[in-house]
C-alpha cells in the first residue's frame, strides 16, 4: 500500500469543514510536495512531521511523497495537520495497517521529538464534526479541556504520536485525568467588594436585566474599571448551548485560558483604548480570527477610556450592536461571527479627569470638556441607554466595614426579572427589554397614565427626544420587571428617565 | 575530492553499469563530460536511451545519497541528456532519465537502489 487517506477538520471562522489528506509514496527522487493551498505554517510541516518520525522510531520514505488536502479549493491554514499527515504517511509505508479510519478524525501540531501540541480550534472542529457523523476524535492532551465531555464523538487525548499508533493498532486509549481538566475556575470578584456608588449598582443591575448598554462616567480612582468587571457575576450564568459557543470562539482565538466548557459565568472582555478597529471586529489575512467584540459574545465587552479610542474604532462596533453578529470578508472568503454582547463604556469627565460638575479642581476650559465626550459619536450614544456617572465614594462609605449586597443577591433578582420579561415576549421575536421595537413600545407596551404623562411633559419642554422617549420607555419596563410591578408607573419611569439623562452629553 | 572518495563513486558506477547490463541494456559511454557537468552512463534499453545518475555512499550519516540530488542538481542533469542527446544528433530519441543510489556498508554485499525516470 503505498496510498493512504485520513480525515481532518479545517475551519473557516467557526464553522468547519472535513478535510480528506491522501498521501502517495511513489518510486523517484526524495521529495515533498503538499497540495492543497497550504499557508506558511502548514507548509513547515514536512519538516515536523519527518523530524517526529524519525525521532519516534519511524522511518522516513526516502521517496517521493506527495501529500493532497482536499477539497483543493480550501485555503488550509494552521499545523493542526501535521498529526493527520504523519498518520496517512504512516498507513501509506504499511507501518499502520488498521484501514478502518472512515469515522476517525485527526488534530494536532507535532514536536520534532513526536510529541503533540495543542492547537487552536479544537472545540468548533469537533463541533462540525459531530455533525458530519465523525465518531472518534483524536485530539492533543493539552487540548482535552476542550474535547471531552462534548456529546457525540469520542474524544481520544493524546501526547505523543507512539500513543496514537498504539491506539489506532491496538485500540489503547491513552489515560486522562478529567478531574483535572474538567475543573472550573470561578471568578473571584463579587460585588460585595465595591464600597457605596448606589446608582452605579442601580445602573449595573438594570444594565444586566435589560441589556441595555451602559456608559459610566466619573473621575479617575471612583471604581469606574471595579464596577464593569463584576458585572459578568451578576449576569445570569451562560446556558449550556451559549456556554459551548462562548468556549468555541475562544479556542478559535486560543484565547481559551482558564476556561472550558463547564464555565458558565459570561466572559469579560476588556480591550486596551489604542486597539485597532481589526482587533475589536475580527479579521485577519489567511487565518480569520475573531476580535474583541466576538470574544465578549455572551458578556460583557468593556471599553475603558473611550473617548481616546481611535477615530471608527468605537463605531466599528455599531453594525455588531444592531445585528448580534459581526461578518468578516476578506479575498479568502467571508465569515460570520457571532457578537452578542452587553457593551460597558467608561470615560473620564474631562481630559483632566477632575470635572464633577461642581467645578472644583479641574483645569480644563470649558470648550475642552465639551469636546472631550463629544468624540464618542452620536450614533453610538444612541444605542447606550444607561447613563451614569460615578461618584467618588464619600468618607462614611470608605469608613464602612460592611460590604455592600453580594453579587449572588443580585444575581438572583436579575433572573427573576429576565424571567419576568421573558414570559412577557413568549411569542415575540425578541427576549430582553432593550430590544423592544419603538413601534411596539407606543401600542402595547405602554407605562401606566401618570407614568406617560410625565414623558409627555417631558417631551412638551423638549427636555426629552423621540429617542429618548423610547430609551426611557425600555428602561422603565426593566426597573418595572426589577421591581415586580406588571407595568410601570410613575416611579419606574422617573427613575428611567434620571438613569438615562443621568449625563448630559451635546 | 580524496582517492577514496573517488574510488568509492567510481566502484558504485562500476555496479551500476553490470546491473543494467544483466537487465539487458547496452552501455553506450560512461563519465561522459562536458564543460556544464557529467553524466555518469548513458546506455540504451529496448531501443530507449538511458541517462542515469549514480550516487555512492559509505553512511547514511548524511542522509540517503538520493536526496544530494537537488532542484538545481535535476535540472542540470535534464539539460547533460539534451546535451548528449545534441552531440549525438539523436534527435527524437526516447529518452529517460534514472538515478541509482549504491550503499557500501562495512562487511555487507553492496546494495544497489534503482529508480527509474526520476524527471
Redesign the interface.
Known amino acids: 500500500m503505498t496510498l493512504a487517506r485520513v480525515k481532518s477538520i479545517a475551519l473557516i471562522g467557526l464553522r468547519g469543514e472535513i478535510v480528506d489528506i491522501e498521501v502517495d509514496i511513489s518510486?523517484?527522487?526524495?521529495g515533498y510536495s503538499l497540495l492543497g493551498l497550504p499557508d506558511a505554517a502548514l507548509l513547515e510541516s514536512r519538516e515536523r512531521v519527518r523530524s517526529a518520525l524519525q525521532n519516534s522510531g519511524a522511518t522516513w520514505p526516502?521517496k517521493?511523497v506527495t501529500v493532497s488536502l482536499s477539497p483543493a479549493w480550501l485555503h488550509k491554514s494552521g499545523s493542526g495537520f501535521d498529526l493527520p499527515i504523519a498518520i496517512a504517511l504512516l498507513m501509506a509505508q504499511g507501518t499502520i495497517t488498521s484501514r478502518n479510519l472512515e469515522q476517525h478524525i485527526f488534530l494536532g501540531e507535532l514536536a520534532l521529538d513526536g510529541s503533540i501540541r495543542p492547537i487552536r480550534g479544537v472545540l468548533p472542529a469537533l463541533l462540525a464534526a459531530v455533525d458530519r457523523g465523525i465518531t472518534t476524535a483524536v485530539v492533543p492532551l493539552a487540548n482535552a479541556a476542550e474535547a471531552m465531555g462534548l456529546a457525540g464523538v469520542k474524544s481520544i487525548a493524546v501526547s505523543h504520536l507512539n500513543q496514537v499508533i498504539s491506539f489506532i493498532e491496538e485500540g489503547v486509549i491513552p489515560e486522562v485525568n478529567l478531574e483535572e481538566i474538567k475543573r472550573v475556575s470561578e471568578s473571584p470578584l463579587d460585588l460585595s467588594e465595591v464600597v457605596g456608588q448606589k446608582r452605579a449598582r442601580l445602573a449595573l443591575e438594570i444594565s444586566a436585566i435589560g441589556g441595555h448598554h451602559l456608559l459610566l462616567i466619573g473621575p479617575p480612582g471612583t471604581g469606574k474599571t471595579m464596577l464593569a468587571e463584576r458585572i459578568p457575576t451578576i449576569m445570569p450564568p451562560l446556558t449550556r448551548e451559549e456556554a459551548v459557543e462562548v468556549a468555541a470562539i475562544h479556542s478559535i482565538a486560543g484565547a481559551l485560558g482558564e476556561r472550558n466548557l463547564e464555565s458558565r459565568t459570561p466572559p469579560f472582555v476588556s480591550p486596551h483604548h489604542t486597539t485597532t478597529a481589526t482587533a475589536m471586529v475580527g479579521g485577519g489575512a489567511h487565518f480569520i480570527k475573531p476580535g474583541a467584540c466576538s470574544m465578549a459574545h455572551g458578556g460583557v465587552l468593556f471599553i475603558d477610556e473611550a473617548p481616546e479610542c481611535k477615530p471608527g474604532v468605537l463605531d466599528s462596533l455599531r453594525q455588531p450592536l444592531e445585528s448580534g453578529s459581526v461578518v468578516i470578508s476578506r479575498a479568502t472568503g467571508s465569515t460570520t461571527f457571532p457578537a452578542d454582547f452587553l457593551l460597558v463604556i467608561a470615560a473620564n469627565p474631562c481630559p483632566c479627569g477632575r470635572f464633577n460638575g461642581k467645578g472644583r479642581a479641574c483645569t480644563c476650559t470649558s470648550l475642552q470638556i465639551r469636546r472631550y465626550l463629544q468624540r464618542l459619536s452620536g450614533p453610538l450614544l444612541d444605542r447606550i441607554d444607561i447613563r451614569t456617572f460615578v461618584e467618588v465614594p464619600k468618607r462614611t462609605e470608605l469608613a464602612s466595614t460592611e460590604g455592600g449586597e453580594s453579587s449572588s443577591d443580585v444575581r438572583s433578582r436579575v433572573i427573576a426579572a429576565r424571567g419576568a420579561a421573558a414570559e412577557r415576549f413568549t411569542r415575540d421575536l425578541w427576549s430582553t427589554n432593550s430590544q423592544i421595537p419603538a413601534s411596539q413600545l407606543r401600542s402595547r407596551f405602554r407605562a401606566t397614565k401618570e407614568g406617560m404623562a410625565f414623558l409627555h411633559t417631558e417631551l412638551d419642554h423638549e427636555r426629552l427626544s423621540a429617542r429618548g422617549y423610547h430609551k426611557v420607555m425600555r428602561l422603565a419596563w426593566t426597573i418595572a420587571d426589577r421591581n415586580g410591578v406588571t407595568t410601570p408607573g410613575l416611579d419606574e419611569v422617573e427613575s428611567a428617565y434620571h438613569l438615562r439623562q443621568g449625563v448630559e452629553i451635546s | 575530492m580524496t582517492k577514496r572518495t573517488s574510488q568509492i563513486g567510481a566502484d558504485g558506477e562500476t555496479l551500476v553499469a553490470s546491473y543494467l547490463q544483466e537487465q539487458g541494456a547496452v552501455i553506450i559511454a560512461t563519465n561522459w563530460r562536458i564543460k556544464e557537468g557529467e553524466i555518469d552512463l548513458v546506455a540504451r534499453l529496448d531501443g530507449r536511451l538511458l541517462f542515469v545518475e549514480v550516487k555512492s555512499r559509505t553512511s547514511a550519516k548524511f542522509g540517503h545519497p538520493l536526496e544530494a540530488i537537488g532542484p538545481e542538481k535535476a535540472h542540470r542533469l535534464q539539460r547533460l541528456a539534451l546535451a548528449w542527446i545534441a552531440v549525438h544528433d539523436q534527435w527524437g530519441a526516447d529518452y529517460r532519465i534514472d538515478c541509482a543510489a549504491v550503499h557500501f556498508r562495512d562487511g555487507l554485499q553492496p546494495e544497489i537502489e534503482y529508480r527509474a525516470g526520476v524527471l
Do not use: S
Open positions: 518510486d523517484g527522487l526524495p526516502n517521493r
